[in-house]
């Protein structure tokens, strides 16, 4: 019975990682069209199938899956996509989803756009520098500001400050 299941879970996953409407449709304004510009093709070469299918085709990483979630050390998490810095671990907190959760974006770095998938209505969030997915922007976060940015482990990639020199 193995062997019916099998190629059927290939086609999945296959179907899963070429189809990808959402990122062709997806169109971002920000000042920087170097970045955004970029096509569907340029990121699929580019990133990990599992990064390109949470940033460019909008998916959601199962909570307490990712690498970050639980991730206490001090440092910055970046872009996953273009290196852009996105959030400080000083704003990070435990919100017991199972997703990095910060209170605060870096400046401008995160932009929101209204998402109504899964019968829901919900911000978005995404990278101002590229367009790519990051997770989703909620109001019942801790004070001083009240935002609960519920974000993809694979839409980051965490710098340590304890750990400052190259790779
Ligand atoms: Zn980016």
Known sequence: ????HLPALFLIVIF????????????????NKDMSA?????????????????TRCSATEAPFSGKYWNN???????????GE?????TDKFDSGTGWPSFTKAEGKAVATKEDRTHGMV?????????GAHLGHLFNDGPQPTGMRYCINSA?????????????
């Open 1 to 4: 019975m193995k062997r019916l």
């Open 122 to 130: 919900r911000d978005e969030a995404i990278c101002s520098h590229c």
């Open 85 to 89: 810095l996105l959030f400080q671990s």
């Open 16 to 31: 899963g990682i070429t189809s990808c409407v959402q990122a062709k449709e997806r169109t971002v304004t920000n000042d």
């Open 72 to 82: 206490h050390e001090t440092g910055e998490y970046r872009c996953s996509n273009c």
């Open 155 to 167: 839409s980051l990639d965490f710098k340590s400050s304890k750990n400052t020199e190259k790779k």
């Open 38 to 54: 970029k096509t569907d093709s340029y990121w699929k070469e580019k990133l990990d199938p599992h990064v390109y299918e949470v």
